[in-house]
């Protein structure tokens, strides 16, 4: 067998495979109850908005405390301090027990 008809077998399983795997998603699909489906896409849609309007708040909310921080004339502070993470000053002479080894 030549690399060629490998290749072209390769994808004839490929694609056997591909349409096996629509029709069994066909198959279990019509056996869904389309009850149990509209109930799971309707709650898709509420959690869908309630996430929209959640965005929607924190998104007005950060907009408010940048407005009033602005119109207060001061620099909004970072509310971590990283200056003391990353200019952390050298050490003293003093090793560490881990260190030592």
């Known amino acids: 067998m030549s690399y060629a008809e490998l290749v072209f ?3 004839q399983v490929k694609f056997a495979t591909s349409v ?3 029709s069994f998603l066909v198959s279990v699909m019509a056996q869904l109850d389309p009850n149990i489906l509209q109930t799971a896409l309707l709650q898709v849609a ?3 908005q309630t996430a929209s309007r959640a965005a929607q708040s924190a998104a007005q909310s950060a ?3 940048s407005t009033s921080a602005g119109s207060a004339g001061g620099q909004v502070k970072p509310a ?3 200056s ?3 200019n952390k000053p050298p050490m003293s002479g003093k090793i560490p ?3 030592k080894t």
């Open 80 to 82: 971590i301090d990283w």
């Open 63 to 65: 907009q408010r405390a």
């Open 20 to 22: 096996w795997c629509c």
């Open 46 to 48: 509420e959690a869908t």
């Open 9 to 11: 077998r390769v994808q």
């Open 97 to 99: 027990l881990q260190m």
């Open 84 to 86: 003391k993470l990353v």
